[in-house]
């Protein structure tokens, strides 16, 4: 499996594909130290209990929550072991596995990872286990992974359109024929049992290219369809993940449904790390057909922020050459 990336001001993106396909990517700071990362474990505190849902305090000041199967087994204040089952996303805080009661103060139990590190460990955890990986440098790669991670509706190959959008209460996926049944108008229910069978496959991958999971709702297209097939398909796609996936029947309204664990943070959701990193990578582009010229990169409060402490403790060439602004539109500006 190729893996590619690149590193500048601190920050870095990267992707692991398998013939030509995205299937994993990640973006953010080369090292990241925050205790709230999928997998990371650490000694966290107990802070208050809410039926069965229990807030905890890790070491770094931030909040998380847990299931509690008996909330009378542990006390507030107690000292848990914890690891990292999801991270936070939209309004939602990181959720944790409990591992055990501990002692002594909050502290990191598992060493920090690098981006590429924790790629790779995604990697072994939902693809393959003994997965081999094998270093590359392709700018347009990473384009294109980054591109479909954050943008996973798309054509299917040979006609036809899988719509992925992200609600509050579930993943909803619309099937639409399009033109895969141009031809085949003697054959129409052969083309639609053809189509959702390769759109299935392809969203398994999308998924977990964009990090998206919960409940997965999917509209199917046609009727009588082969339950058993379609739901062999998503668990096989899922690879080393698919014992993790909880499937259900075809229901009498024609949709697939599905639930898959979270994990990472889903790359739809905007935060202004993300964004910062889009307006640094889009001045890198910018300096190459302005060599030697001053650029000034202009944001909104926040996102300038981030690209300010991107550039304070840079050594990357092109720092001494950038400037920050905060405005109300984002943008590259070539100064004279």
Known sequence: MKLYGEQRFGLMRACLARDGLPLLYAEGPALDTSLTLWGTRSVARLTAKSGRIGFLKLADGQEAMTDLSDPNALNEGTAVEVEIAAEARADKLPRVRLLGVSDGPPRRLSDPLGLMERLKQQARRLIDPQVRFEPAEDPDA???????????????????????????ALIACDIDMGRAGEGMIHTPRQAAKRLNEVAVEELVRRLRLSNLAGLVVVDLIGNKHNGEKLTGLVQSAFAAEGRAIACGPITRFGTLEFSRPWGAQPHMEETPLRAARRLLWRAVAEARSDVGGRLRLRAPGPVADQVRQCLKDSLDPLTPRLSVETSSITEVVPLP
């Open 142 to 168: 990473l384009d294109i992974a980054e591109a479909q991670a954050t943008q996973p509706s798309f054509d299917l190959p040979g006609g036809g359109y899988l719509s992925i959008e992200a609600t509050r």
